[in-house]
């Protein structure tokens, strides 16, 4: 059973960095595609890019280079940092995991999700 | 990449069909995938790949495609399904995932 874990603040100051971690159990880092979604309050869900083991990662243009994913295969988690935050990257983030069928991009394990709040 | 159109809200009485559409240029070539999000919890992979159901998902949920729309069906709808529900597929340019808007389901 694959489970996921998402930390990091809860609160992050305008033009700061935020940095959120996902642990992963039950499975390998190095073994699928790892994604992080977030939904700001009221709203639908926004994907916000994916990596895969070794470098390989892909990003939502509308979020114009600010987000990285990254990997610690160490502690088997992987983390996202964005840049320049603003009121309007307030959300709940969630990390997920792609299927491992290679035809398919369904997101088929979610982390409980970690709020973030924007404010000064 | 591709938008996705769902409608905002669809409401039907217990035990009846719910239909729920998404429109995209991009079906039918790209698959479609659906998420049940109920109230403070995260989304929930329910439809994967146009209709398949994941391990646990009950045979009410079905999903199916009809040129550039795909429908998620649900029959003898249940008190449970009241949730939020949305379409993702990926841009078979670029590998983006779209998230319809979502669609919420009100159990009368």
């Known amino acids: 059973q694959v489970h996921l874990q998402e930390s990091g603040p809860g609160l992050v100051k305008p033009s700061e960095t935020l940095s959120l971690t996902c642990t992963v159990s039950?499975?390998?880092?190095?073994?699928?595609?790892w994604s992080w979604v977030r939904q700001p309050p009221g709203k639908g869900l926004e994907w916000i890019g994916y990596m895969f083991s070794r470098g390989s990662s892909n990003y939502n243009p509308s979020l114009k280079g600010r987000a990285t994913i990254s990997e610690d295969p160490s502690k088997n988690q992987f983390s996202l940092q964005l840049t320049a935050m603003t009121a309007a990257d307030t959300a709940v983030y969630y990390c997920?995991?792609?299927?491992?069928?290679?035809?398919?991009?369904?997101?088929?394990?979610w982390g409980q999700g970690t709020p973030v709040s924007v404010s000064s | 990449s591709s938008d996705l159109t769902q409608p905002p809200s669809v409401s039907v009485s217990p035990g009846q069909t719910a239909r729920i559409t998404c429109s995209g240029d991009?079906?039918?070539?790209?698959?479609s995938y659906w998420y049940q999000q109920k109230a403070g919890q995260a989304p929930k992979l329910i439809i994967y790949k146009d209709n398949a159901r994941p391990s646990g998902i009950p045979e009410r949920f079905s999903g199916s495609t009809s040129g550039t729309t795909v429908t998620l069906t649900i029959s003898g709808v249940q008190a449970e399904d009241e949730a939020d529900y949305y379409c993702?597929?990926?841009?078979?340019?670029?590998?983006?995932?779209?998230f319809g808007g979502g669609t919420k389901l009100t159990v009368l």
């Open positions: 039950g499975a390998s880092i190095s073994s699928f595609y």
């Open positions: 993702q597929s990926a841009d078979s340019r670029d590998n983006h995932v779209v």
């Open positions: 991009d079906f039918p070539e790209q698959y």
């Open positions: 997920a995991k792609y299927d491992e069928d290679p035809e398919s991009d369904a997101l088929d394990v």
